[in-house]
């Protein structure tokens, strides 16, 4: 298996990483799991964050993972493939630390980085 391929599982994995930091890392009141949605739903400051940041951690992995399944499906170089996939790992982590402290000029940087990382998988299976 490709080292792109292993980013897959941890592009899916990224996102509970942030909702656990959003129900455990306090916030407003404990963590009720009868009514998760509502729980996230009432937090402030920085759980907030961190649940937007695993809402968008969700949003942005289709797109990821069509970019290096069909990069390696039109046989573009591995090198490549798995550096642009790594990459846009490292920023997509830095990216919800950057959401969770409230760096938004920082945060938006990195959302562009990685958004270039899926592109440039697409380019490079053209």
């Not at 964050?49 to 170089?77: C, D, I, K, T």
């Not at 938004?104 to 299976?125: D, E, H, K, M, Y």
Request: aromatic content about 12%; overall charge positive.
């Amino acid at each position: 298996m490709t080292t792109a391929y292993w980013t897959i599982l941890g592009a899916i994995l990224l996102p509970l990483l942030f909702t656990g930091l959003a129900k455990f890392t306090g916030g407003n009141g404990r963590y009720n799991n009868a009514a998760p949605r509502e729980f996230l739903d009432n937090q402030t400051g920085a759980a907030k964050r961190a649940h937007w940041a695993q809402l968008n951690s969700f949003e942005a992995l289709p797109g990821f993972v069509a970019a290096v399944l069909v990069a390696h499906a039109a046989g573009a170089a591995q090198p490549t493939i798995d550096a642009l996939a790594t990459t846009w790992l490292a920023l997509r982590l830095a990216y919800g630390v950057a959401y969770i402290q409230n760096w938004p000029a920082l945060r938006s940087l990195l959302w562009a980085a990685a958004l270039g990382c899926v592109i440039g998988l697409f380019v490079a299976a053209a």
